[in-house]
């Protein structure tokens, strides 16, 4: 028998138990979250949780990477899916909103929350996450400049205080579900945020808003 395989039940199903993880490390955090509250989940004991991912910073990054492929996707293809670069951040941020009310526990999102206290050791995973951020900053700051190239917003828009102001909204969100904010008022939060790009409207974009009163 391989080490890879030792100490784990014949029925293992290493997928499902990557999934049960994520919930874990989504509910309490990286720092959190202890080995015996990943393992009661998974139903496996230490020694086949560690044949099956090596290390608790291992599964973290998995999860991770799980996250990011499934609930953590669900707002880029938000933001991408908008016809006006208005529908689509607030597309972007409403998803926001369904993500973090859906995670289990207290809430939150596990990109903003996954790791919060920073112990020196837990450094690299604090860049971690900061670097996954910053690639989503990155794709909302590409929509708001395709919007100043096609007229939507104004030539001259700061287009970076703007992804700013969203990427500082969506933490924000976070951290209000993880209060026990209702959707409500996370969703009315929403609508006064994307109402800043109507300060911004360029030639496209104002034709846009007379249509929709007409």
């Given at each position: 028998?391989?080490?890879?395989?030792?100490?784990?039940?014949?029925?293992?199903?290493?997928?499902?138990?990557?999934?049960?993880?994520?919930?874990?490390?989504?509910?309490?955090?990286?720092?959190?979250?202890?080995?015996?509250?990943?393992?009661?989940?998974?139903?496996?004991?230490?020694?086949?949780?560690?044949?099956?991912?090596?290390?608790?910073?291992?599964?973290?990054?998995?999860?991770?990477?799980?996250?990011?492929?499934?609930?953590?996707?669900?707002?880029?293809?938000?933001?991408?899916?908008?016809?006006?670069?208005?529908?689509?951040?607030?597309?972007?941020?409403?998803?926001?909103?369904?993500?973090?009310?859906?995670?289990?526990?207290?809430?939150?999102?596990?990109?903003?929350?996954?790791?919060?206290?920073?112990?020196?050791?837990?450094?690299?995973?604090?860049?971690?996450?900061?670097?996954?951020?910053?690639?989503?900053?990155?794709?909302?700051?590409?929509?708001?400049?395709?919007?100043?190239?096609?007229?939507?917003?104004?030539?001259?828009?700061?287009?970076?205080?703007?992804?700013?102001?969203?990427?500082?909204?969506?933490?924000?969100?976070?951290?209000?579900?993880?209060?026990?904010?209702?959707?409500?008022?996370?969703?009315r939060a929403v609508s006064s945020a994307v109402r800043v790009l109507d300060l911004h409207r360029g030639p496209r974009g104002a034709d846009r808003a007379r249509s929709?009163?007409?």
């Open positions: 028998m391989s080490t890879s395989n030792r100490g784990r039940p014949r029925t293992f199903d290493r997928e499902h138990a990557l999934h049960r993880a994520m919930e874990v490390f989504w509910a309490k955090g990286y720092e959190g979250a202890q080995l015996t509250d990943l393992t009661a989940a998974m139903g496996i004991n230490p020694p086949s949780f560690y044949a099956a991912f090596g290390s608790k910073e291992e599964a973290f990054r998995e999860a991770v990477e799980l996250y990011r492929g499934t609930v953590g996707a669900s707002t880029l293809r938000a933001l991408d899916a908008g016809g006006s670069v208005r529908d689509a951040v607030e597309g972007m941020l409403l998803q926001s909103v369904d993500n973090v009310l859906a995670a289990p526990g207290r809430g939150g999102c596990l990109l903003i929350l996954g790791v919060v206290n920073v112990l020196p050791e837990n450094e690299p995973l604090r860049r971690l996450l900061i670097g996954i951020r910053a690639e989503t900053a990155a794709r909302l700051q590409e929509r708001l400049d395709r919007a100043v190239q096609e007229g939507e917003l104004a030539q001259g828009t700061d287009t970076r205080a703007l992804t700013m102001h969203f990427a500082t909204v969506m933490q924000g969100l976070s951290l209000q579900a993880r209060d026990g904010i209702t959707r409500e008022d996370l969703v929709k009163r007409r």
